[in-house]
């Protein structure tokens, strides 16, 4: 089994940043993907970000440019830095281990003022 504990979040005001961390509880390298996921209220969640054990990344389109994932293999634990945020970025944020099995952090809320 694998846990994952997110921190982080917060409240920020528009243009602002935070970084979300979400640890791990196994080696982060023997996981195929981990991955950042939001759901804002009244939407479906939605990929925001990936990065793959090989250490290819990607993000949505809707982030480009603004967040960034990266990973620390000693500490077992991924980031998602926010840059630039808007108010529509505003969810809650949730960790995702995804090999042959998925496991999901408890998420972190994220909240961007105009």
């Known amino acids: 089994q694998v846990q994952l504990v997110e921190s982080g979040g917060g409240l920020v005001q528009a243009g602002g940043s935070l970084r979300l961390s979400c640890a791990t509880s196994v080696n982060i390298l023997s996981i195929n993907a981990m991955e950042w996921h939001r759901q804002a209220p009244g939407k479906q969640r939605e990929l925001v970000a990936e990065?793959?054990?090989?250490?290819?990344?990607r993000v949505a389109d809707s982030v480009e440019g603004r967040f960034t994932i990266s990973r620390d293999n000693a500490k077992n634990t991924v980031y998602l830095q926010m840059n630039s945020l808007k108010p529509e970025d505003t969810a809650v944020y949730y960790c995702?281990?995804?090999?042959?099995?998925?496991?999901w952090g408890q998420g972190t809320q994220v909240t961007v003022s105009s």
């Open positions: 995702r281990a995804h090999d042959y099995y998925d496991y």
């Open positions: 990065i793959y054990s090989g250490g290819i990344t």
